[in-house]
């Protein structure tokens, strides 16, 4: 534990009150390890509301399924999966420290998650057009089932809420591209990077699961 | 680690220098060296600050619905005025005061010095989720002076969607505040599993730690929920998703299921923490060995774990099946097990013990006996029929005054008393501080136990008016609350006075065994001089108490200009069997 | 996976194939018509798998502190907690009068 | 004596359930109680036998005593069980109507209870009538927002939710009056939504639904108008002799000067009347809330409008 070993070296990054770098490192993940476990619990609720409303409606969902592209579902479930790889990646480079590495891997997850996003704007865009708005502004006229709009409320709050997700990903990546390019990360700390590619991650498990519940309904 | 294994570390005993000339509260000046402060101890005091404004503002607000209540009638305000002010009274005392109250602000302070440790682990974090908190007081203030809330704390749609009151900004307060608490949550977690100094195992750590670890595991956990249901209401009433809104093929009962899936585990956010304090102070003022030190520890996990499984227990009316009305009655009785055994540890710890009654543990039992009249009265909640019958009414009102207040807020109050010196250096009017817990103790009662039998006559809850019956009830009531403002003023008075002209407070006015007696009154900013070294556990007052006070040979924190007092006292011990386990 | 473990690339890669292939299963699957609860149980079985595989490997659990799984599945056994009794209210309430036409 | 403590504690018990429902109350109660004095009284006892007294006691290491902690966990494991099963079989009594149960329709509006009795074409507002040990089962619903229907006499409360029906049931077992309160908050004046029971014995039923179920065809307009305000609550939020409750009174408001809420004036002719009850959202008076409830408009026939209007017309 933190017996001070006076061995370990006072690195620039280091806290003052921890007594190493190992500890400091254990514990930021395990920190981030218990945020994750909040974010999985906030899409919980929005789970749970799909559930129980597909429990009730199961013919609602399947109808309003068709309705969703599924093609641009799974190109957007690639996207995010190279993603997820390229950052580890990036951690990887991090850790031999390649700073060039680390640098095009950040550089392509943030393009990724852009592309991810652009998916996800034409995808919005032909649904407002055809009005499949969520509940109080829901027009759409080719789903014969009086709660049709509450499906595009869950569909679009689940959506949207990851949209958002992914947004946040984006600016801490660039902060993270920002500090490698200073050099700050290498093999004896690279907390930040492991951090926020944990939290990608979730992104991208978050997307997994949508991606079957939304799209593909039979 | 790097260097495990056995391997020889010297240690020996640290003098405690008394009222050092600097501490934390005057080693940095200025209101930026608070403001920006990453110093868990000045953390901790802005938000003891913050939560003692809310809860006067509370109680202010619960003497005005008291007076309201003298006549049947309108007394001196309207039914609106009415609506708003019940309102803003439990969401004050809920979000702005009982659920940051313990942990957030004693927690803070004392988390990291129980543990040994300099600072909670993520310091930064530690800061944004005060000013986090704050930004969502501004959101409830602002929904205060825009016309206020009348939906009830619990904000049930479709009424919190329809009411033209300013419900967006102050669902977006809780919902914000909701982030402070996740906040502090994850913070403790992770400096309880990583901060602890050498030989503070899992069973050396204080029962007050494993309480907070208990707290932070149901924050972490419930906070969430209520931040994505506060969040589906804030675009219910802007949008219209039409989830909760029936008007729009929702379910308002599904709403409950949310609302009350964070809101049953956060009454165990108010209550565990005080059940920390309240084993730290039965042990110091009877120097005694708790009873059960694990079975306190276990049960307050087995609390947080119970507490998910019985929210329903608030909707048994409510027209959910039927089927999970019983099931959920069913286990809400099982809390009531290890909060017995509690309970009942507590006062066995009492047995042979050399008891004290200062101030604190004038508190301490105070808590024993109005907790365990609103325990039982919840085990009568729980009963399916009788729930019924008392459902929303004052017998309501009275269960969770008796565990809110008579158990957190004196717990709070107890806990408050014991630390102060320790906080602040100063030494309180043992006298007043009697005198002002007697008729708190007496107030409170005379103030809830009316209410008791008003509901079980049938005196429903957020009643402007009432039916004549029940005046004289209502009126004791009344007079309770007054008398409860009395006791209040007095310790406001006493407690600024011994700010300003208090006695100095020596290092260990009580003679407790954990870490934080075995610093200076105030601490610190580092909290200690040296790595402290654990080889007791928390209670053990058996034992001399300067092998309470060992730390690391040779570490000086960096900081170190103490010479090596008198009688220093040196010994070497194997590392290997006293390290905290990871 | 502590500070001095190096991500071994091959894995990496390996697993963000696998994760290719589950994807386009789980559509092609979408295609075929199972009976009724089947399909949904075949879909969320695989997007389980691929979400174990990003916890395992990405996310490096494999080779951290059994501690930090131990608290991913903590929200998982509480979303379940959450889910399970909410559906013992929603599938079980009584089927609505139609008293009012 | 403790049939008058009891009286005191509650309300008298005037349905088949409630003597179930306190029996469970008092064992509560009680064990409850002698729990509390068993740890009160050990706590007082403690204090006063081992009081400090000297400052360097050494007190006995005691960690734990086996036998004893297993004897607080399973006795009060056991209270629990008699407790949880005694309130679930009381709970299916409440719930659950016998089947010869006679239904009525409730209906919860913001802020007044209507009583719709299928089967002889009565409404009822805040008033409900029936006759004395014969199940009654209410099949509840709301127009708005939650309510919840409270009669404490006869230990039962459900919710009311729109878009949606509950039920409830009871069997009175002595004639007289009980009040019903909500106990759902559902605003301003969710503390006045109380309506009374009226139980009546068989004779006197027939009687009421004799009296009560005129021909409303033959009557006269402002009769009816005086009648459908009633039924319809009209007066839950209209006086009819000046006094300003939650919408402004009925009294002299024909042919008077309205100040609407955007600022301009209108006369309350025949036809701002009928407006103002077909689509009251449409304009608003100065000075109150936009909550007068805008269903009136679909559940009130052409002739009870006009009706009403007649009726308002004479208030002057
Ligand atoms: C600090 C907060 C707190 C705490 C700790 C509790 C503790 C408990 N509460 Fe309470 N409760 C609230 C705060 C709290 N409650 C609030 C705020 C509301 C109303 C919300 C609203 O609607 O606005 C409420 C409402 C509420 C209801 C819903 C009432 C209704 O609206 O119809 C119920 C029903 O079951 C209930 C039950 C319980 C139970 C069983 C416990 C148990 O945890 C109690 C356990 C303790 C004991 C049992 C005493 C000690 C034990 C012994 C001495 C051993 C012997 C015991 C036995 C033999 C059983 N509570
Ligand atoms: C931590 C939680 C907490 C605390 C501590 C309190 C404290 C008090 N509460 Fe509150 N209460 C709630 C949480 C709490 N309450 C909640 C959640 C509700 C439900 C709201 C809802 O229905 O939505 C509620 C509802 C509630 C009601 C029911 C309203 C209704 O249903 O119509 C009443 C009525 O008596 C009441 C009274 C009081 C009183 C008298 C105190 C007293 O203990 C307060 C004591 C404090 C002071 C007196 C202030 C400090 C002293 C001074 C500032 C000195 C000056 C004072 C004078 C000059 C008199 N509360
Ligand atoms: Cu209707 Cu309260
Ligand atoms: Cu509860």
């Known amino acids: ?195 926020v590619a944990l939290y990608w991650h979730l992104v991208d498990i978050i997307w997994i699961f949508l991606f079957p519940l939304l799209y593909l309904i039979e | 680690m790097a260097d495990s294994g056995s391997r020889t570390l010297r240690i020996r005993e640290f003098p405690i220098e008394e009222n050092p000339p600097k501490n934390y509260l005057n080693h940095e000046r200025g209101l930026m060296s608070w403001l920006f402060t990453l110093d868990h101890k000045r953390i901790g005091l802005m938000y003891l600050a913050s939560i003692v404004i809310a809860f006067f503002l509370g109680g202010m607000l619960a003497v005005g619905l008291r007076t309201e209540l003298w006549t049947p009638a309108g007394t001196f305000i309207d039914a609106d005025t009415y609506n708003h002010i019940f309102t803003l009274h439990g969401v004050i005392m809920v979000f702005l005061f009982i659920i940051p109250s313990i942990p957030a602000a004693l927690g803070n302070i004392f988390l990291p010095i129980m543990l040994g440790a300099k600072d909670v682990a993520f310091p930064r974090l530690n800061l944004a989720s005060f000013w ?19 939906t009830g704390w619990t904000f049930y749609t479709p009424y919190s969607t329809e009411t033209g009151s300013a419900v967006i900004s102050m669902t977006l307060g809780a919902f914000i505040m909701g982030f402070s608490s996740i906040m502090t949550g994850v913070n403790f977690i992770a400096t309880i599993h990583k901060m602890r100094s050498p030989g503070m195992s899992w069973g050396r750590m204080p029962l007050f730690l494993w309480s907070l670890y208990a707290t932070s595991i149901i924050q972490v956990l419930a906070t969430p929920v209520l931040g994505i249901t506060l969040l589906l209401l804030v675009m219910e009433r802007a949008l219209g998703i039409g989830i909760f809104d029936p008007a729009l093929g929702g379910d308002p009962v599904l709403y409950q299921h949310f609302f009350w899936f964070y809101s049953h585990p956060a009454v165990y956010i108010m209550i565990v923490p005080a059940f920390g304090i309240i084993s730290e102070l039965i042990t110091t003022f009877s120097r005694k060995v708790i009873f059960g030190y694990w079975a306190i520890a276990l049960s307050s996990l087995a609390i947080a774990f119970i507490g998910f499984l019985v929210w329903g227990h608030h909707m048994f009316v409510s027209g959910q099946s039927e089927l999970s009305s019983v099931v959920f009655s069913f286990l809400t009785f099982f809390v009531g097990i290890p909060t017995g055994i509690k309970v009942l540890n507590w006062v066995t710890t009492l047995y042979r013990g050399s008891i004290s009654l200062k101030t604190p543990m004038l508190y301490a039992m105070i808590f024993l006996i109005l907790f365990t009249i609103g325990g039982v009265t919840g085990i009568m909640l729980g009963a399916l029929s009788v729930n019924v019958h008392l459902h929303d009414t004052y017998y309501v009102v009275a269960h969770f005054h008796y565990v809110m207040m008579g158990g957190t807020v004196f717990a709070f109050l107890g806990g408050l008393h014991y630390w102060w010196p ?18 708190l103790f007496i107030a409170f009662n005379v103030t809830f136990l009316p209410q008791f039998v008003m509901g079980s006559q049938g005196m429903p809850r957020r009643y402007f008016n009432y039916i004549e019956e029940f005046q004289v009830m209502h009126q004791i009531s009344t007079v309770g609350s007054w008398m409860l403002g009395v006791g209040f003023i007095i310790m406001a008075i006493y407690l600024v006075h011994s700010l300003y002209k208090g006695e100095k407070a020596p290092s260990n006015p009580w003679g407790g065994r954990t870490l934080e007696w075995m610093t200076a009154s105030p601490p610190i900013h580092h909290n200690f001089e040296h790595t402290p070294v654990i080889i007791h556990g928390p209670y053990d007052h058996h034992k001399p108490i300067r092998e309470f006070r060992l730390g690391i040979a040779g570490s000086d924190n960096g900081h170190g200009h103490h010479t090596n007092g008198d009688g220093a006292h040196t010994e070497e011990v194997e590392s290997g069997d006293q390290t905290g386990s990871r | 996976m502590s500070l001095h473990h190096v991500l071994p690339l091959k894995t990496m890669i390996g697993t963000a194939v696998a994760l290719f292939v589950l994807t386009i299963l789980t559509v092609a699957v979408y295609y075929i018509d199972f009976p009724d609860p089947l399909n949904t149980i075949v879909a969320l079985g695989i997007a389980t798998v691929k979400a174990a595989l990003v916890c395992m490997f990405f996310m490096g659990l494999y080779w951290d502190t059994k501690f930090n799984t131990l608290v991913l599945l903590s929200s998982l056994l509480f979303f379940l907690i959450m889910i399970g009794i909410i559906l013992l209210d929603t599938l079980f309430r009584d089927a609505p009068f139609q008293i009012y036409g | 004596m403790f049939e008058r403590f009891a009286e005191f504690f509650l309300p008298p018990q005037r349905s088949t359930v409630a003597a179930e429902v306190d029996g469970l109350f008092h064992f509560i109660h009680i064990s409850g109680f002698i729990l509390f004095i068993g740890i009160v009284a050990t706590i007082v006892y403690f204090a006063i036998k081992y009081r400090r007294k000297s400052e360097d006691e050494i007190t006995p290491v005691i960690s734990h005593n086996t036998r004893l902690e297993i004897a607080w966990s399973v006795i009060p494991t056991i209270m629990i069980l008699i407790v949880f099963s005694w309130g679930f079989r009381g709970f299916l009594n409440v719930n659950t109507a016998p089947s010869d149960a006679f239904e009525i329709n409730v209906t919860g509006v913001s802020w007044f209870w209507e009583f719709e009795y299928p089967d002889d074409g009565i409404m009822l507002t805040d008033e409900l009538v029936v006759p004395v040990n014969q199940p009654i089962k209410l099949n509840m619903r709301s127009e708005d927002v939650i309510h919840s ?132 959202r449409a304009e608003v008076t100065a000075g109150y809330p936009n909550n007068m409830p805008t269903f009136y408009g679909d559940r009130l026939s052409d002739r009870e409008i006009d009706a009403l209007v007649t009726y308002i017309k004479e208030l002057q």
């Open chain 2, 132 to 150: 986090v908190y704050s930004l969502g007081a501004v959101f409830a203030l602002y929904s205060i002076a825009h016309g206020g809330v009348d």
């Open chain 2, 422 to 439: 320790k906080i602040f250096g100063k030494m309180y009017n043992e006298f007043w501080a009697k005198v002002s817990a007697v008729i």
């Open chain 1, 1 to 195: 534990m933190a017996n001070n070993s006076g061995a370990a070296e006072k690195e620039a990054h280091l806290a003052h009150h921890f007594v190493d770098s190992e500890q400091q490192f254990e514990a930021s993940k395990l920190g981030m390890w218990v945020f994750l476990v909040t974010e999985i619990l906030f899409f919980g609720g929005l789970f749970v509301a799909y559930i129980v409303y597909r429990s009730w409606h199961p013919d609602l969902f399947e109808q309003a399924a068709m309705t969703l592209d599924t093609t641009l579902g799974a190109v957007n479930t690639g996207v995010l999966i190279v993603s997820s790889l390229t950052i580890v990646l990036a951690v990887r480079a991090a850790q031999i420290n390649d700073q060039r590495q680390q640098l095009i891997m950040l550089g392509s997850t943030i393009a990724l998650a852009i592309t991810f996003m652009v998916v996800k704007y034409f995808e919005y865009a032909s649904k407002f057009e055809a009005g499949m708005l969520p509940a109080g502004l829901y027009t759409y006229e080719g789903i014969e089932h009086e709660l049709a709009p509450v499906f595009y409320s869950i569909y679009y709050m689940l959506t949207g809420l990851h949209g958002i997700h992914v947004i946040i990903g984006i600016g801490l990546i660039s902060w993270l591209m920002v500090n490698a390019a200073k050099g700050t990360y290498h093999s004896g700390y690279f907390t930040p990077i492991e951090i």
């Open chain 4, 149 to 280: 229907f409270f009669v404490p006499d006869f230990r039962i409360k459900k919710d009311v939710l729109p878009g949606r029906n509950t039920t409830t049931w009871f069997e009175a077992t002595e004639v007289g009056e009980s009040i019903m309160f909500c106990a759902e908050y559902c605003g301003t004046e969710h503390s006045a939504m109380d309506a009374t029971i009226r139980v009546v014995s068989e004779e006197e039923y027939e009687e009421f639904l004799e009296e009560e179920a005129v021909d409303i065809e033959d009557m006269p307009l402002a009769e009816l108008g005086e009648l459908t305000f009633q039924q319809q609550g009209c007066q839950s939020c209209h006086s009819v002799d000046g006094t300003d409750m939650v919408g402004p009174s009925m009294q002299g408001l024909y042919q008077s000067e309205r100040e609407l809420d955007d600022g301009s004036t209108v006369t309350a002719d025949e036809d701002y009347l009928r407006r103002s009850i077909v689509d009251p």
